[in-house]
């Protein structure tokens, strides 16, 4: 399973997007050995074309898949085998290398934290859309504010708006707005605090959120909603880069991993070539935030994978980078399929906005009160008239919103495979 992630370390042609990167975070990266031996070779930044290589991180890899065979060697069954493998990660040399390495940095890691660290399998959260089912990861996750998103707009004629219409824009942010304002008031890993989740994604609370927005005024303030009891919610339980995948069988696949570089550059531990994690950042400090700092606890990832299914079939796996922008952007181009009828690659490259008016999930936390970034290729008409609402817009050019849509998954009608790539970033789809 590991030669293709092998296959890369061992190296290949270094192209715009990742050489730019690279510039644009070398001074955060300048404190760190080993994030400069492994990014930097000889001080200097790989050419556009030339082959990147990474020799420690490959001979991680194969260090995985030696103990993996290893077992299968002694008769082990094959999830043991894949145990093994694991384990030559979370315990061991490479456990070792890596905690001394955060260590001598003023990192706190012990091997004891590696080797007691599982992950688990965790029923989704979900929302039905006009015929749709739409799947997130759960509340310790930012992905439910798409579902509470969709749910607002449940209420609203988009499509009698018109796709890229000031009405249409200005009633999508504003819902937006709202969704975002709960993930940050509720929303937190369910293991530490209790989250109101089968509320949040009710017909009643959605339709009251829904009557806050204003057709004709945008709102600058964060407004999270209040409990409330209904039916449908009495038991109120519990860089980056995007992959997606579908099978002739149905099967969809989505994924959306991260965190070497966000804000401040990467910390590669040692002699083993792996960035180290930097999501603690999304923690709070408040003591009254779900979402505070803890031992042992999730922080409130802004990584956020989607599958749709189109009458209980399978119909899409989308996602994207950028941090707090993700659940946006996959938003818009779900509008444009489902409310639009845009198919898949039109559906990505329509003209987007992204609103800062959510409270970061970086760096100080900052919010920006009534910040929309708005594509140029929206009309002039579209652009005065969303300022004139009240949007504070801060103009792109035509594809600069920071993001880049994957998608996958099969056409109801034919059953074929189909699937789009965003021209923002260098995306690509590719069919075999």
Same mark, same amino acid.
């Given at each position: 399973?590991?030669?293709?992630?092998?296959?890369?370390?061992?190296?290949?042609?270094?192209?715009?997007?990742?050489?730019?990167?690279?510039?644009?975070?070398?001074?955060?990266?300048?404190?760190?050995?080993?994030?400069?031996?492994?990014?930097?070779?000889?001080?200097?930044?790989?050419?556009?074309?030339?082959?990147?290589?990474?020799?420690?991180?490959?001979?991680?890899?194969?260090?995985?898949?030696?103990?993996?065979?290893?077992?299968?060697?002694?008769?082990?069954?094959?999830?043991?085998?894949?145990?093994?493998?694991?384990?030559?990660?979370?315990?061991?040399?490479?456990?070792?290398?890596?905690?001394?390495?955060?260590?001598?940095?003023?990192?706190?890691?012990?091997?004891?934290?590696?080797?007691?660290?599982?992950?688990?399998?965790?029923?989704?959260?979900?929302?039905?859309?006009?015929?749709?089912?739409?799947?997130?990861?759960?509340?310790?996750?930012?992905?439910?504010?798409?579902?509470?998103?969709?749910?607002?707009?449940?209420?609203?004629?988009?499509?009698?708006?018109?796709?890229?219409?000031?009405?249409?824009?200005?009633?999508?942010?504003?819902?937006?707005?709202?969704?975002?304002?709960?993930?940050?008031?509720?929303?937190?890993?369910?293991?530490?605090?209790?989250?109101?989740?089968?509320?949040?994604?009710?017909?009643?609370?959605?339709?009251?959120?829904?009557?806050?927005?204003?057709?004709?005024?945008?709102?600058?303030?964060?407004?999270?909603?209040?409990?409330?009891?209904?039916?449908?919610?009495?038991?109120?339980?519990?860089?980056?880069?995007?992959?997606?995948?579908?099978?002739?069988?149905?099967?969809?696949?989505?994924?959306?991993?991260?965190?070497?570089?966000?804000?401040? *550059?990467?910390?590669?531990?040692? @002699?083993?070539?792996?960035?180290? $994690?930097?999501?603690?950042? +999304?923690?709070?400090? !408040? /003591? &009254?935030?779900?979402?505070?700092?803890?031992?042992?606890?999730?922080?409130?990832?802004?990584?956020?994978?989607?599958?749709?299914?189109?009458?209980?079939?399978?119909?899409?796996?989308?996602?994207?980078?950028?941090?707090?922008?993700?659940?946006?952007?996959?938003?818009?181009?779900?509008?444009?399929?489902?409310?639009?009828?845009?198919?898949?690659?039109?559906?990505?490259?329509?003209?987007?906005?992204?609103?800062?008016?959510?409270?970061?999930?970086?760096?100080?936390?900052?919010?920006?009160?009534?910040?929309?970034?708005?594509?140029?290729?929206?009309?002039?008409?579209?652009?005065?008239?969303?300022?004139?609402? *009240?949007?504070?817009?801060?103009? @792109?050019?035509?594809?600069?919103? $920071?993001?880049?849509?994957? +998608?996958?998954?099969? !056409? /109801? &009608?034919?059953?074929?495979?189909?699937?789009?790539?965003?021209?923002?970033?260098?995306?690509?789809?590719?069919?075999?």
């Amino acid at each position: 399973m590991l030669a293709p992630a092998i296959e890369l370390a061992d190296g290949f042609p270094m192209y715009d997007f990742l050489h730019h990167y690279f510039e644009t975070e070398r001074r955060a990266c300048e404190p760190y050995e080993w994030t400069m031996r492994t990014y930097y070779p000889d001080g200097k930044i790989t050419p556009v074309g030339e082959m990147f290589r990474q020799p420690d991180l490959a001979a991680t890899l194969r260090a995985l898949a030696a103990a993996e065979k290893a077992a299968l060697a002694k008769g082990a069954t094959r999830e043991a085998a894949i145990q093994a493998g694991r384990d030559a990660f979370y315990k061991g040399p490479i456990a070792r290398e890596m905690t001394s390495a955060v260590q001598a940095a003023g990192g706190v890691m012990s091997e004891d934290d590696l080797a007691g660290y599982h992950g688990k399998v965790e029923e989704p959260a979900s929302a039905p859309y006009r015929g749709y089912t739409v799947y997130k990861a759960g509340f310790w996750n930012q992905g439910p504010a798409l579902l509470q998103t969709l749910r607002i707009l449940e209420g609203f004629d988009l499509r009698a708006m018109g796709q890229g219409s000031a009405d249409a824009v200005h009633t999508t942010v504003e819902a937006i707005k709202l969704a975002y304002a709960d993930r940050d008031r509720y929303y937190g890993d369910p293991d530490f605090v209790h989250v109101p989740g089968d509320m949040l994604l009710s017909k009643p609370y959605a339709d009251a959120r829904r009557a806050l927005i204003d057709p004709k005024h945008a709102n600058l303030e964060q407004r999270p909603g209040v409990k409330i009891a209904s039916p449908d919610s009495v038991k109120e339980p519990g860089d980056t880069t995007s992959i997606q995948a579908a099978d002739a069988q149905g099967n969809l696949f989505s994924a959306t991993p991260s965190s070497g570089w966000i804000l401040g *550059g990467a910390f590669v531990a040692g @002699r083993t070539g792996v960035p180290m $994690s930097n999501r603690m950042q +999304a923690f709070h400090l !408040d /003591p &009254a935030s779900p979402n505070v700092l803890a031992g042992g606890k999730r922080p409130r990832t802004t990584l956020t994978p989607t599958v749709v299914l189109k009458d209980g079939k399978p119909f899409l796996a989308i996602g994207t980078p950028g941090g707090d922008s993700q659940d946006q952007q996959i938003l818009l181009v779900l509008l444009n399929i489902i409310d639009f009828g845009m198919d898949v690659q039109q559906a990505i490259e329509a003209p987007r906005v992204n609103s800062l008016h959510p409270i970061s999930s970086f760096d100080d936390h900052r919010a920006m009160p009534g910040v929309l970034e708005i594509e140029s290729t929206f009309s002039a008409s579209v652009i005065e008239e969303l300022r004139a609402r *009240g949007h504070v817009l801060r103009m @792109r050019p035509a594809n600069g919103v $920071s993001t880049g849509i994957v +998608a996958a998954g099969m !056409d /109801p &009608a034919t059953r074929g495979l189909r699937g789009g790539a965003d021209l923002r970033r260098e995306r690509a789809i590719a069919g075999f």
